[in-house]
């Protein structure tokens, strides 16, 4: 789903930067590794929720890369196209599979198809780079962490649950009563404000926009 943050690990500078385009025009977040040393270095600070894994890479190869990385799904891109290889890499762990070169509409469909399942299975809300894990009350922007208060977590949660609606104040209200006592009225627009700064200085921009009069939504 768009929001949604993919890593690119490719040693082809020209094959990145054209995933990487065709993800942020699509609404992805996407970070760069080019090489298998890298990839891993990088997975230690930010969690992807999909990786677009190359095979031929400098240092660790694809192959050597790939039982690293549980938990996220992987499509491996590779230009080999013998069937035995597809199976062995799928069997070790790869969810997908795309022989370069590739249509870029097809790549786009596996992803969007793995992203589907991922987020049945983790419960995890996404929208624009952000995530929120309800059970661990974790919140992330482009796979880094945002230091959320319990009030501001749950105006975000809120807001991404329903994130083509306005949210009245009273809805907010109401719902933040069952979760902490630190949110009335008078002080709702402060928990907004900071929310809204917390996102914006971890790399979102301004996601949430206020509906004069009547409350808050996320912005198109």
Known sequence: MTGSVIAIVDDDVYIGDMLEELLRREGYGVLRAYSGTEALMLLEDRRPDLILLDLMLPGLNGEEVLPNLTGIPVIVLSARAAVEDKVDLLQGGAADYLTKPFDTRELLARIAVQLRQQSRQDGILRYRGIALAPETREATVDGGAVRLTRTEYGIL???????????????????????????????????????RRKLREAGAGEVIEAVWGIGFKLAE
């Open 157 to 195: 949660k809120l807001l991404m649950q329903n994130p083509r609606q306005v949210i009245t104040k009273s809805q907010l209200l109401e719902q933040l009563s069952m979760d902490t006592p630190d949110c009335v009225e008078s002080s709702l627009k402060v928990h907004v404000s900071n929310l």
